[in-house]
């Protein structure tokens, strides 16, 4: 059974910092990885997408890795912002399963 | 429509009561997840649609949960004598198509408090 686990579960950093979350995953048979932001009391904006074959994507500030095969991704956010301060949540789409397993989450906050 | 669309935003029911949920897909997309959040605690899959294909149930966490999704655009998820441990805020989300390394996109929620 695939689980996703998440380090740190909170963070805290002053604006302007560069900051990497982690996403572990146990099973690396997988189609994609999606990173995901939640702010308080909304649902998930998607972020980024990593196809499988693929090691990384970037989006601004914004870039996610992958290295499928040990069960890791990393989203790295450049010069935080106040504004960046949400959950982020990465979730992994198995090949063998329709729904998308998520991780718990890291509570990210950026103070100015 | 511009995104998923989910209603009611807030429901306040009493212990006992069914209550029903309704998720409005992205038009176009035929993968529609039903997802359940508790304070605090991550994303519980509930159910998935694939098409005109059988849904996958695994996730409903007894018979007191069921949905369906009409001409595979609507969703309702309906909850049945509510308990009080079924408050949460539940997520609907679509995608293009199912696991096939598609974006999937998510409404804002319904939170469902039980008294």
């Known amino acids: 059974k695939q689980e996703v686990t998440q380090i740190p579960a909170a963070l805290s950093v002053p604006e302007g910092e560069n900051l990497v979350l982690n996403c572990s995953f146990t099973d690396s048979a997988i189609y994609n990885l999606q990173w995901f932001r939640q702010d308080p009391g909304k649902g998930l904006t998607s972020l980024l997408l990593?196809?499988?074959?693929?090691r990384e994507q970037t989006s601004g500030r914004l870039n996610a890795s992958l290295d499928k095969s040990s069960g890791r991704s990393t989203l790295y956010i450049a010069a935080s912002q106040p504004g960046d301060s949400a959950t982020y949540l990465c979730a992994v789409n198995p090949n063998y399963g329709q729904n998308f397993v998520f991780g718990p989450g890291t509570r990210l906050s950026v103070l100015p | 429509g511009a995104g998923v669309s989910q209603s009611p935003s807030n429901k306040v029911t009493e212990k006992g009561k069914d209550v029903e949920l309704r998720c409005d897909p992205i038009?176009?997309?035929?993968?529609l997840y039903w997802y359940r959040q508790s304070l605090g605690q991550g994303l519980e899959f509930l159910i998935y649609f694939q098409g005109n294909s059988a849904p996958d149930k695994s996730g409903l966490p007894s018979d007191r949960f069921s949905a369906e999704r009409t001409g595979g655009s609507v969703s309702t998820l309906t909850i049945q004598r509510t308990q009080q441990e079924d408050s949460a805020v539940y997520l609907c989300?679509?995608?293009?198509?199912?696991?096939?390394?598609?974006?999937?996109?998510f409404g804002e929620g319904s939170w469902l408090t039980v008294v």
């Open positions: 990593i196809q499988s074959s693929q």
């Open positions: 038009s176009g997309h035929t993968a």
């Open positions: 989300a679509s995608s293009l198509v199912g696991y096939s390394g598609n974006t999937i996109y």
